[in-house]
């Protein structure tokens, strides 16, 4: 079984079943391996693409390009996450996904994976179900940016990032690399480079979280949810990560 494949199964059954027949629709997909330097552009918006990207390692970004140059970016995406899903289901792509830190990057055809959603009509409402988490992430991004203090916002993205990356088996500890910059962690969660230190700074004297070159690390994740306000049900995993 390709990596490809073992990431992308891995992901679906996060939230979805599959049957037999659907992994084995899965490991008969093609695809191309892309390596990204930091900041690079997988797609851009406006483009309409043939192919869906499934993240294999590092750390991809969904982002809006503002009329100024700056950037809001609205997700971040880890190994095994599909980045651009919706393209399947939408003509031309409405934001740009670009690399956080190096990534590598699998790209799925689309014509291949609606050939496989007709014959297994669960694949798709699977990766379907993807879109939709996706979305529900994006409406508690809006909240959490819109209504919740400074280190409310902070910490509740710190603990988004940790609990999807130990649902992806992908941290087990209490370590994740999260290759952010202070000035991209700003243009995350809608704060300038000074509110990001100062923030920072609160969560260090709180004993809850730190990100240090590139690293995040949680000292104390039961204050860490409380901060954050933190309550994973929007994730929609079928199981708790341990």
């Known amino acids: 079984m390709a990596e490809a494949h073992r990431r992308l199964i891995r992901k679906l059954r996060e939230h979805s079943r599959l049957a037999a027949e659907d992994l084995a629709e899965i490991n008969a997909l093609s695809h191309t391996l892309r390596e990204l330097a930091a900041d690079a552009d997988l797609i851009r918006q406006g483009d309409d693409p043939d192919v869906s990207a ?23 995406h880890m190994a095994g996450d599909m980045p651009d899903a919706q393209g399947l289901f939408v003509q031309k792509m409405d934001h740009a996904v670009c690399a956080i830190g190096p990534a590598l990057i699998a790209s799925l055809p689309h014509r291949e994976l609606l050939a496989a959603f007709d014959r297994r009509p669960q694949l798709g409402f699977a990766i379907w179900r993807e879109t939709l988490i996706d979305a529900a992430i994006f409406r508690e991004a809006i909240t959490n940016n819109s209504a919740r203090t400074m280190p409310a916002r902070m910490a509740h993205l710190f603990c988004e990032l940790v609990y999807r990356a130990r649902a992806a088996g992908l941290s087990e500890g209490a370590s994740l690399p999260v290759p ?27 004993r809850a979280a730190d990100l240090r070159n590139g690293i995040l690390m949680v000292q104390n994740w039961k204050r860490l949810t409380e901060i954050g306000q933190f309550n994973p049900a929007y994730l929609h995993l079928k199981k708790p990560p341990s």
């Open 54 to 76: 499934l993240v294999l390692s590092g750390m991809v970004a969904r982002y809006h390009l503002l009329d100024d140059g700056r950037r809001q970016y609205l997700s971040l």
């Open 180 to 206: 952010v910059s202070l000035v991209q962690l700003g243009e995350t969660l809608g704060m300038s480079i000074a509110t990001v230190n100062r923030t920072l700074q609160h969560l260090r004297h709180q």
